[in-house]
């Protein structure tokens, strides 16, 4: 069975510094997609970014990025320039060519002013 | 475009009465999926409709559980006599469902409800 790992439960950042949250998975696939999604106090899910596996570069949104490491089983989020706004939940995502999107337990992100 | 729409947003019983969710996708989107998120994990699939049918159920979905998307449009939740282990938010999702694995789905923000 996949699973997905957040280890850090919270993080905190201080605004416009950078931070890096961690995300490791277990699967015997090959060909999978992984994301990252941001829940705010409005609890509405947001997606941040998605790495497909059958890609080497790493994806990036903005001040959003990844460091995709397929051997590790290890998929990175790391926020530049931090705002305050990016303050929420952030779960960590795998999902192979079925329909059940597997998340982590979450990294709560505080970022101080 | 109003984005997922979820009804009610918070709802509170009795242990052993029968609730039922609303969800109103996304105009369009033709996929929509039904999660549970307890306090401190991250959201658990429970089950998806392509347009009216329902092709996965995950088997945290017991069968006090059931969903319905009749026309292909919104969707309901129901959860007959309910428990205090059913307290958690549950999140409704929506998608176009032309790229499934790496879809982007458009979340609401859930009902939370709370068994007493």
């Known amino acids: 069975a996949q699973t997905v790992t957040q280890s850090q439960p919270e993080m905190s950042v201080q605004e416009a510094e950078t931070v890096t949250l961690s995300c490791t998975y277990d699967?015997?696939?090959?060909?999978?997609?992984l994301f990252w999604y941001k829940q705010p106090p409005s609890r509405q899910m947001i997606l941040v970014i998605r790495?497909?596996?059958?890609?080497?570069q790493n994806a990036t949104e903005n001040r959003f990025s990844v460091n995709f490491q397929k051997a590790a089983k290890s998929f990175s989020l790391k926020i530049s320039d931090s705002q305050l706004g990016d303050a929420a939940m952030y779960f960590c995502?795998?999902?192979?060519?079925?329909?059940?999107?597997?998340f982590g337990a979450g990294t709560r992100l505080t970022v101080k002013p | 475009d109003t984005g997922v729409s979820q009804n009610p947003r918070h709802k509170i019983t009795k242990r052993g009465q029968n609730v039922t969710f609303r969800c109103d996708p996304i105009s369009e989107h033709n996929r929509l999926y039904w999660y549970r998120q307890t306090l401190g994990q991250g959201p658990e699939f429970l089950t998806y409709f392509q347009n009216e049918a329902q092709l996965e159920k995950s088997r945290l979905l017991s069968d006090r559980f059931s969903a319905e998307r009749p026309k292909g449009s919104f969707s309901t939740l129901e959860i007959q006599r309910t428990e205090q282990g059913d307290s958690a938010m549950y999140l409704c999702?929506?998608?176009?469902?032309?790229?499934?694995?790496?879809?982007?789905?458009?979340f609401g923000s859930g009902t939370q409800l709370s068994v007493l």
């Open positions: 995502a795998y999902r192979r060519n079925n329909n059940d999107m597997r």
């Open positions: 699967t015997s696939e090959s060909d999978y997609y």
């Open positions: 790495q497909e596996a059958y890609k080497q």
């Open positions: 999702a929506s998608s176009h469902g032309q790229a499934p694995a790496n879809e982007k789905l458009f």
